[in-house]
């Protein structure tokens, strides 16, 4: 495949075309990740996340440097599912990260992960792929966005770092988005600030004594203190001997395996449920005059549509 060529090159437009199939869900996209995929599972990533403002671009955009620095070819991903049509949230960002280079050896995207059935995450899985074929070691990535979106984040990548700040990331609201069950690593960003040293203690009350053990360490942006220990403490969380990738990465295709598969049949039994018609609506027109109840209705179908399947 001649576009598989220009990714192992590392070649920007390849890259750039390659990401926005996979991003629009084309149907090239099975050929392409077929064409590389057994030249990936070498990359290593690093999902930012945490509320809106609390510094995840401008940190990332600090580290890259270090990251060089410290020889790593980096990619940024920002996920932004909240704005898939404008893209605007990423040239907001693109000016935000100015402190990042033109570089050959970073190379930056957002994704919007349009019409992706199984969303994020599966786009977010093969975009990584890309990367890592066209050689890039460390592929960091920016959620934007609150939710379900960082969760499903943290299953797609090797370590999750936590962005909190005083000023937006307190622990109430830390401890609602469930984000004191997802990081590897708790960052108390703007130490600038007022508030952070209350912050830092609470997260360190927070996930002080789970089991995983989660870093958590103070930054600036601004001052730029504890930047470069970041970056150092990332890459040697990173290069941990007790990190078994491999079995890692095991479980990683596991659960992708068990969502595409689901993905599938939902979508197969979707059709044929709505090409059951008659049995579809005479069952509805039940339904509204009471005459069934919702759980025998959707018995009777969902049995229908795998004794289908079956035959
Ligand atoms: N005082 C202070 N301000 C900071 C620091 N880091 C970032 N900021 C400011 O905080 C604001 C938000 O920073 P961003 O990097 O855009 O935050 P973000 O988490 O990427 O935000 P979203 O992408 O919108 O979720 C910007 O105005 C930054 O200049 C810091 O360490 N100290
Ligand atoms: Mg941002």
Known sequence: MHLAKGIINSDPRSLAKAISIIDNNEPEAHDLIKAIFNMTGGARTV????????GKSSLIGKLITHFQQLGHKTAVLAV??????TGGAILGDRVRMEGISDDENVFMRSLASRGASGGISKSLRNVIRVLDAAGFGLVLVES?????????IANVVNLTVVVLSPQTGDKIQAIKAGLNEIG???VINKSDLEGSTTLFNSILDLVGDIDRKPTIAKTSVRSGNGIKELALTITNLLSSKNINY?????V?????????????LTQKFYTML???????NH????????RIDPYRAAEILADSLTEVSRS
Do not use: C, R, W
């Open 47 to 54: 999902g930012f996340t945490g509320a809106a403002g609390a």
């Open 80 to 85: 932004d599912p909240s704005s898939p049509l």
């Open 144 to 152: 934007v966005g609150a939710g379900q979106v960082e969760v499903d």
């Open 184 to 186: 590897d690593l708790y």
């Open 246 to 250: 491999k079995a890692k990465e095991k």
């Open 252 to 264: 990683m295709l596991e659960s992708e395996l068990k969502e595409m598969v689901i993905d599938k």
């Open 274 to 280: 709505m090409d059951k018609n008659d049995m579809y």
């Open 283 to 290: 069952l509805v027109d039940e339904l509204v005059h009471k």
